[in-house]
Nanobody, 119 residues
Framework: QVQLVESGGGLVQAGGSLRLSCEASGSIVSIPIMGWYRQAPGKQREVVAA??????NYADSVKGRFTISKDNGQNTVYLQMTSLKPEDTAVYYC??????????????WGQGTQVTVSS
């Protein structure tokens, strides 16, 4: 089993920055894929950014403003968000595709952290 703990959300003014963190713990062998998703009120959850073998991908809406990175030694993924806009307001979730000892690869989600951008 893998547990994901997120931190770093909050309230920020438009144009500001926030850094989200998500740390995984458990009997982890490897985490090939890490990503961030978000869900705004009344909308479907959408992918924001992902990293796989060092290759990053971003939603068009956040390209040039958000950066995903990871610390392999700590099983942690980060999302640096800059030039935030009110439309970035959402609950942000991390997701990791992880292989654990004695088990097959599975997907795990964090509990979510609220990001609110005021205009």
């Amino acid at each position: 089993q893998v547990q994901l703990v997120e931190s770093g959300g909050g309230l920020v003014q438009a144009g500001g920055s926030l850094r989200l963190s998500c740390e995984a713990s458990g009997s982890i062998v490897s985490i090939p894929i890490m990503g961030w998703y978000r869900q705004a009120p009344g909308k479907q959850r959408e992918v924001v950014a992902a990293i796989y073998r060092g290759i990053t991908n971003y939603a068009d809406s956040v390209k040039g403003r958000f950066t995903i990175s990871k610390d392999n030694g700590q099983n942690t993924v980060y999302l640096q968000m800059t030039s935030l806009k009110p439309e970035d307001t959402a609950v942000y979730y991390c997701k990791m595709t992880a292989q654990t000892m004695g088990a097959s690869i599975a997907e795990y989600w964090g509990q979510g952290t609220q990001v609110t951008v005021s205009s």
